[in-house]
């Protein structure tokens, strides 16, 4: 199972920027998905999750701004609205994925896709 983040780059402060992630390989069924970040020195946060059954859980320095969504396949998104500088961070996106019928969940990460906020 592969995770593949991707939508990261540079954008001006107040800007829109829209992460995607997508799950490839041997994938049974895909329980909550998210986005973590981390800062530089800084440890890996939650920034925002969502069940199968749709119910999102944002952490308090997103809420208003940052949307996560996903389809009815392997993706999942983070629309990230009114950005700031200190939203600067790696982000990557995580699922815990069943690979066949049996398997217990396991969580998975993507490589991470850096997101820059200038000032």
């Known amino acids: 199972v592969q995770l593949q983040a991707s939508g990261g780059g540079l954008v001006q402060a107040g800007g829109s920027l829209r992460l995607s992630c997508a799950a490839s390989?041997?994938?049974?069924?895909?329980?909550?998905v998210g986005w973590y970040r981390q800062a530089p020195g800084k440890e890996r946060d939650l920034v925002a999750s969502?069940?199968?059954?749709?119910?999102t859980n944002y952490a308090d320095f997103v809420k208003g701004r940052f949307t996560i969504s996903r389809d009815n396949a392997k993706n999942w998104y983070l629309q990230m609205n009114s950005l700031k500088p200190e939203d600067t961070a790696v982000y990557y996106c995580?699922?815990?994925?069943?690979?066949?019928?049996?398997?217990?969940?396991?969580?998975?990460w993507g490589q991470g896709t850096l997101v820059t906020v200038s000032s």
């Open positions: 995580h699922a815990d994925i069943r690979r066949h019928l049996f398997a217990a969940s396991v969580a998975f």
């Open positions: 969502i069940t199968t059954g749709g119910n």
């Open positions: 390989g041997n994938v049974f069924s895909i329980n909550t």
